[in-house]
């Protein structure tokens, strides 16, 4: 468009020049008139080619302030990245590592892997058609466990009869005050029951057995929920139902 408007520029220019030199050669008011029309029309043209060019550079005025912007902007965003990748890279102490993802007092994992441990888990039981199985064990109220020090006893012995008992392959996390969460991989409904009293078994042949009781809630997938949370749910309508008989029991979820 630049170049249109010089080409008509220049030549309506040439045209004026030329017209006027024939009007004063030949004395013929007509030339003089196109010869003014001539200037008349390469002045606009030249106008338009100007503010043409003024835009132009404002344009590419713009465009500069927002690609030094842009620059600014994506070396502040390298920084940042930089930073994140190195905190990731960063070693970290065998303490450090515990102190993120185990709970103190019982051994096992902190609460917050809980649920996703879960979902993990009965995603790949819906992709194998294996059963899965949750346990909610919970301590026994006892005068001994109304403060700190006592719930953190209880909490510690029980954690380590969860560990000693449980497989390998399955998994434990401290819930809430009083409560452990297990995730028994590949295990229906009475291979949960045996386990859980098994833990229950474990506690009362040790040598705090008359003291300590827990009590348990089983739920398994798919017979009691088809859902991570619905099966959580039911594993701990399994407990109230314990607990409705008394301590040191163990009940199971009813069948959906």
Not at 64 to 70: A, F, H, K, Q, T
Not at 143 to 148: L, M, Q, V
Request: net charge negative; glycine share 8%.
């Amino acid at each position: 468009m630049t170049d249109r408007r010089l080409f008509v520029s220049t030549g309506a220019a040439v045209v004026a020049l030329g017209a006027g030199v024939l009007a004063v050669a030949s004395s013929e008011p007509a030339w003089g008139v196109l010869a003014g029309a001539a200037g008349v029309v390469a002045g606009a043209a030249g106008a338009a080619l100007g503010a043409s060019l003024q835009r132009s550079d404002e344009r590419r005025q713009t465009a500069e302030r927002d690609v030094e912007r842009l620059t600014r902007e994506l070396e502040a965003l390298s920084v940042t990245l930089d930073e994140e990748v190195r905190r990731a890279r960063a070693p970290q102490t065998p303490k450090e590592k515990a102190e993120h993802a185990f709970d103190a007092a019982t051994g096992l994992f902190d609460e917050r892997y809980f649920a996703v441990l879960v979902q993990q888990q009965v995603a790949a039981a819906r992709r194998s058609l294996r059963p899965i199985s949750v346990v909610i064990f919970e301590i026994d109220a006892a005068p001994e466990h109304d403060n700190e020090a006592g719930r953190a006893q209880a909490l510690t012995v029980v954690g380590d009869v969860v560990r000693r008992t449980l497989r390998e392959s399955d998994s434990a996390c401290r819930l809430g005050d009083l409560m452990i969460g297990a995730i028994l991989e590949d295990t229906p409904e009475a291979g949960a029951v045996w386990a859980a009293e098994r833990v229950r078994g474990t506690l009362l042949a040790s040598p705090i057995g008359d003291a300590l009781t827990i009590s348990a809630g089983v739920a398994c997938y798919p017979t009691h929920a088809l859902g991570a949370a619905e099966l959580v749910q039911q594993a701990g309508r399994a407990l109230e139902e314990a607990r409705k008989h008394g301590a040191d029991r163990v009940e199971v979820a009813p069948e959906v």
